[in-house]
């Protein structure tokens, strides 16, 4: 089984920035893409960025497109989504998800990921 805990959730001012975090362990496995996703109370879930681990392509939602910057640390198993000028639209439980490279299909699809962390609140005051 593989194990993904999310960090660095909190509550900050409308324009400002947070990073979080999500650490990957267990079984190895072929990862082959991770990414980021929330979920706002009531709305459906929403992509928000994904990487290729090993090549390191990047893609973003269009909501989070020039203000959000995904990254990983192969080292330390770490996947990263700095997030800048925040808005309250940002609000929600973010995500992190993985998937293996036997996946086919788009990142942006939540069911075509394997593991699921636990969440993290952002929340993001007026």
């Known amino acids: 089984q593989v194990q993904l805990v999310e960090s660095g959730g909190g509550l900050v001012q409308a324009g400002g920035s947070l990073r979080l975090s999500c650490v990957a362990s267990?079984?190895?496995?072929?990862?082959?893409?991770m990414g980021w996703f929330r979920q706002a109370p009531g709305k459906e879930r929403e992509f928000v960025a994904a990487?290729?681990?090993?090549?390191?392509?990047?893609y973003y939602g269009d909501s989070v497109k020039g203000r959000f910057t995904i990254s990983r640390d192969i080292a330390k198993n770490t996947l990263y989504l700095q997030m800048n000028s925040l808005n309250v639209d940002d609000t929600a439980v973010y995500y992190c998800?993985?998937?293996?490279?036997?996946?086919?299909?788009?990142?942006?699809?939540?069911?075509?990921?394997?593991?699921w962390g636990q969440g993290t609140q952002v929340t993001v005051s007026s």
């Open positions: 998800a993985a998937r293996s490279l036997l996946r086919l299909g788009s990142v942006v699809v939540g069911e075509s990921y394997d593991y």
């Open positions: 990487i290729i681990w090993s090549g390191g392509s990047t």
């Open positions: 267990g079984r190895t496995y072929s990862r082959g893409t």
